[in-house]
């Protein structure tokens, strides 16, 4: 389909020059009117733990729906077809993981002043051999995490401006605006870029859908394509997808709800009504977003048939820029959507590599290597450490090493070997802790092994396989080699049961 690309040119140009400079100007603008975001962990992480229901709704909407969520998804229902409906589900379980520990978490952080998820583990098993395990195994995850937005703005930006925009110039532009920006704003400008990308996303990704529809026939004209040339993509998988399909709901459900980047938010809460509102209005987005762009990848199939893998990672660039070309309210409504991909990616990549930051300065180097290091100290640590870790994801991302979807499972693989340790403990004031520490390194172990060998035994995803053993070890264990009386006092004490 020959058209004239809508943001090709200088267009695609001025589009991403004017997004970056207002969320540098948006950081800037956040950095001089909180100049104690030099000096304080919990200004700089966590906003001053003030954020109100709107800014909490849309910084866990950014965490959950980055832009990987709109650039990443439509492809992979174009490959797959209606089995991808699972996204959808999969979205609905991750509020039900919030609520397995969330609220009573929020309570704990507030009672016990935490700022990073490794000081939940800290406190409650006063362990060194957890805590840095722990750190290093959400550092995998948020790393991995990065690495997936900085591929999502590549793919994005080049595909929404039909490759006038090369891949590698889109990544390393806004890497340079997300460390700026990261560098001056902290979570207060991270949060205040989310609600306004929220707000575009929600709307363009609207749009989009139904532009695809006008304009590509919509899902009848579709699904007659598929019955034709492709049947595989409408019907339900065999028995091993299914058992893929579940394990993927698990994975994703427990997984994404203990992103490190979203348990901070749960600490940037103003008050407990403010988080449980913003959850409840979290509720509903699985439908508006992920269910959306579901239907346009299952349209793309039609509107782009035969894409290769690599090709199909820009479909949703393809599809606006032919949808943008129509109208002229149809071209502003795929600026709009396409500045919020952007700050969307962003924003998450912020995000993550705020939490990452925090981990390293305040987790690793002020508990175990410098402990009187001051909290200024701890923050450029933070900063320099952010550099050098996206000085190394840039490697990565020059080439991409896999789809957006594989890096999307990858980094849970490791990532929820920590489930049993934060959740359990919440609860379990028996909670052994060398039994945590020993399930989490046995965990973890087996699920390496079984991710570099590519083992997935009845079509289950390794790191379920890591959890599984892990959550028995951590079971057993506690009632093998009870805790001691003082030890039972201490935990009640903790998490006030």
């Known amino acids: 389909?020959?058209?004239?690309?809508?943001?090709?040119?200088?267009?695609?140009?001025?589009i991403m020059a004017s997004y970056g400079l207002l969320m540098l100007g948006i950081g800037l603008f956040t950095f001089l009117r909180n100049r104690n975001l030099r000096n304080s962990n919990e200004e700089y992480y966590l906003g001053g733990k003030g954020l109100s229901i709107m800014v909490l709704f849309f910084t866990f909407y950014a965490t959950q729906y980055s832009g990987n969520t709109i650039i990443g998804y439509a492809p992979q229902g174009y490959r797959i077809g209606f089995e991808w409906i699972q996204s959808i589900t999969f979205m609905i379980l991750v509020m039900v993981g919030y609520l397995l520990f969330a609220p009573r978490l929020y309570a704990l952080s507030r009672k016990h002043n935490f700022i990073t998820p490794s000081d939940w583990l800290d406190k409650r098993f006063r362990s060194k051999g957890i805590t840095i395990l722990g750190s290093f195994l959400m550092l995998y995850g948020l790393g991995n995490y990065l690495l997936e937005q900085l591929v999502a703005v590549g793919q994005g930006v080049s595909g929404l401006t039909g490759g006038t925009i090369p891949y590698q110039i889109a990544v390393v532009f806004f890497i340079i605006i997300m460390l700026i920006y990261s560098w001056l704003g902290g979570m207060r400008a991270v949060a205040y870029t989310d609600t306004m990308q929220g707000i575009a996303l929600l709307f363009g990704v609207c749009i989009l859908v139904i532009g695809s529809i006008i304009y590509f026939g919509g899902l009848p004209t579709s699904a007659n394509y598929m019955a034709t040339l492709s049947p595989e993509k409408l019907g339900v998988p065999e028995a091993s997808g299914i058992s893929g399909w579940f394990s993927m709901l698990l994975l994703t459900c427990i997984g994404a709800a203990i992103y490190p980047h979203a348990i901070q938010r749960i600490f940037s809460a103003k008050n407990e009504s403010t988080l449980k509102n913003s959850l409840i209005g979290m509720a509903w987005m699985p439908f508006i977003t992920t269910g959306v762009i579901f239907l346009v990848g299952i349209i793309g199939i039609n509107a782009f048939p035969k894409l290769d893998v690599m090709e199909s990672e820009q479909l949703v660039g393809m599809m606006a820029n032919v949808i943008a070309s129509q109208n002229t309210f149809f071209y502003w409504a795929m600026i709009l959507l396409f500045g919020g991909i952007i700050a969307a990616i962003?924003?998450?990549?912020?995000?993550?590599?705020?939490?990452f930051s925090s981990v390293i300065s305040k987790d690793l180097y002020g508990k175990f290597i410098n402990s009187k290091a001051s909290e200024h100290k701890q923050i450029i640590v933070g900063k320099i450490s952010g550099i050098l870790a996206v000085a190394v994801l840039l490697l990565l991302?020059?080439?991409?090493?896999?789809?957006?979807?594989?890096i999307f499972v990858l980094k849970f693989e490791l990532l929820i070997q920590i489930a049993p340790a934060f959740i359990l403990g919440l609860y379990w004031k028996k909670l052994h802790t060398a039994s945590v520490f020993t399930g989490m390194i046995v965990g973890t172990i087996l699920a390496s092994l079984m991710t570099f060998i590519n083992m997935e035994p009845l079509g289950v995803f390794s790191g379920l396989w890591g959890l599984?053993?892990?959550?028995?070890?951590?079971?057993?264990?506690?009632?093998l080699f009870q805790?001691?009386?003082?030890?039972?006092?201490?935990?009640?004490?903790?998490?006030?049961l």
């Open 1 to 14: 389909m020959e058209q004239e690309l809508a943001f090709g040119g200088w267009a695609g140009i001025l």
């Open 346 to 355: 962003i924003s998450t990549a912020d995000s993550v590599l705020l939490t």
């Open 397 to 406: 991302a020059w080439y991409p090493p896999a789809t957006l979807y594989e």
């Open 468 to 479: 599984l053993v892990n959550l028995i070890i951590c079971v057993c264990g506690s009632y």
């Open 483 to 496: 805790v001691t009386t003082e030890e039972q006092t201490e935990a009640e004490r903790i998490i006030g």
